[in-house]
Nanobody, 125 residues
Framework: QVQLEESGGGLVQAGGSLRLSCAAS????????MGWFRQAPGKEREFAAA????????YYADSVKGRFTISRANAKNTVYLQMNSLKPEDTGVYYC??????????????????WGQGTQVTVSS
């Protein structure tokens, strides 16, 4: 069982930056692929970014590529999402997720086994 807790959300103006953190419980953090998803009001939850177990490989949705950076610190059981050049359309609840499956379908919700409660990000224009 892995428990995830996000932090770092808030209100920021367009063009600004935020850094989200996700702290994971347990001693198996390094064996899990980690990801970030987001959900805008009235829309479905969508994939934003994912990172491999050792942190070498990263994956991004086209909508955030070049602006967001996912990273992880396995010694701290933490994954991060650095968000730069934020746009109003980035507004939503951001969720941290984890899985330990042998799957590379990182954009699919059903692959992910564990979810945090989410943290609100609001970008004003």
């Amino acid at each position: 069982q892995v428990q995830l807790e996000e932090s770092g959300g808030g209100l920021v103006q367009a063009g600004g930056s935020l850094r989200l953190s996700c702290a994971a419980s347990g001693r198996t953090f390094s064996s899990h692929v980690m990801g970030w998803f987001r959900q805008a009001p009235g829309k479905e939850r969508e994939f934003a970014a994912a990172i491999s177990r050792n942190g070498v490989f990263t994956y991004y949705a086209d909508s955030v590529k070049g602006r967001f950076t996912i990273s992880r610190a396995n010694a701290k059981n933490t994954v991060y999402l650095q968000m730069n050049s934020l746009k109003p359309e980035d507004t939503g609840v951001y969720y941290c997720a984890a899985h330990n499956r042998a799957s590379s379908d990182y954009a699919s919700l059903r692959v992910w086994e564990y979810w945090g409660q989410g943290t609100q990000v609001t970008v004003s224009s």
